[in-house]
């Protein structure tokens, strides 16, 4: 095997991803010293200081890296696969969509009873939005229609949420709107990542073996043809990991938007076109930027109640912006 | 029958009050005969004081079981939304409100002339019998007042009393991660049931956000919560269930105290504290 040629770009962003989320166990609610996490981390004794760490901190950590790097990876497939740098799963409806499916699935009171349907329905609202968007936005990956399609799907999307939670008997139930459209990381546990691990990974695998499919495909879906790339069988793959991966990770954290749209063109500048090469530099990316800004939303107290998608969209926005207005130049 | 002649000599009562103004406005200093009260708070406060035909209406909340302690009472009392129009068509001689209902609601009904009593949100447990007696006063049941208010006090002395020297920590954990301070209701109930509420502790004051981190570090020996709602789900009950929670406590460290014992600063909230001392009790016998 010959030596990747990314090899040194993947060895800082891991470097970078670890650093980061130690980073992140050191900061919380409760003032705690490294001296004194360190003594509970290493010590057999059950400390309150123990059930701090390991319970919220490295379920929230964990869960970071993990969102991060799934609309990462997720946002680099589906730019390859439409054809189109604007695809992103929240910006064309997929994670609203997913919220959707996690909403219904929690406040009918389902996932009580069976807490696979947590996932289960958020798969199956990720995965609507992800075949309905081709269809809506019509082949060869206009940037206009999609967008328009993603947007509508979208908005539905969250209109029904809203819906579902201001139908709902609990009176809190109104004001957790907040929560699926913004999303957060705070006071997530172990039993959520335990829930959403088998469909994260599934989707994961389906999105990484696109890579060569995507390579061919940004040649024309001709050339990718004779090249023996099975087209339907790629949009399988993208699609269902998509829906399976960002539809997991949605159901416990909420919409967070704005990842998978910046990672893979921060990244392009480094390693290419090439979406193959892409794919494993922008999970890792997703997965810093997402811990970077989880960093902040801590750093400014547990009494602000800042959201995640907060953040992401005050630097996602402008980004946004700056890539319209260079496309606009292009066009000229 | 005897009844239905009371019931007729008080229609005619009213009707005459109705027909002549100065009358009614005479009364109003003495006691007043058609009270509405348009506030959850003042709801039972006037029922508990009110002489029977006094009180016309009560809101809309106070039928509620979930925020009512007085729900069942409240079944046989007219309701009104805590709109001018339609306690203003009652024709009432007083008006109970609290300090924070609608204030252009009260404004209005002050420029229609009818007599509005302010009652503020109640703290402490001392203000309990204080607004019992004041507003046993103004609806001119004195008597019944002083006996609702003394017998409280006498409970709540016997409750400070049997309070033990070794007092638990307890924290008071709500929907969304919040707490009972300094300063609350919530917070005197606790420390007179014997127990010490870890929110103070901490610093914290009136109902405020409690990071999970710190509840855990704080190591509560008893978690008190509120009505949960249970079987409508909503995330923000979630915390409550959340590993490191579960993981402090144990099995028996939770106990339930309604919110309808607690939202209003009434003399039932005796029964909160009788809860607390009970569970208070169940702490020390284990820990011996």
Redesign the interface.
Known sequence: MTKHPDAPLIAILCLLAVALFFTSLMI???DLTFAQLFDAVISAD?T??S??FW???IPRALLGLITGATLGLSGAVLQGLLRNPLAEPGLIGVSSSASLGAVIA??T?L??TVPFALPAFALLGAGTAAVLLPMLAGGRGQTLTLILAGVAISSIATALTSLALNL??????A??IV?WMLGSLN?R???HLYIIAPFILVGWSLLFITGRGLNALSLGEETAHTMGVSLPRLRFCAIAGTAASVGAVTAVTGTIGFIGLIVPHLLRRLVGGEPQRLLLPSALAGACLLTLADITVKLFG??S?LKLGVLTALVGAPFFLWLIIKQRRALI | MRNKIKKLMQIVALMALAISPAVTHADVRNSPKRVVSMNLCTDQFSMLLAQEGQLLSVSKLASDPNLSVMSEQAKSYPVNFGGAEEIYIMNPDLVIAGTYTNQTTVQMLRGLGIEVVQVPPVRTIPDIARELRRLGKVLGTQQKAEKIASQFEADVQRRIEAQPNEKPRAGVYYANGYTAGDGSLVHEVITTAGLQNIASNLGLKGTSKLPLELLVLEAPQLLVEGTKFSDKPALAFELLAHPALTHTLGNSGRVLVEDKYTICGLPFVTEAITKLADQSKKLGAQAE
């Open positions: 919380g609610a409760a059950e309150p200081v059930t701090v319970e919220i901190r929690i406040y009171g996932t009580l709902s008997p609990n009176p809190f139930a004001m957790e929560f006071d546990s172990m039993q547990p009494q109640n």
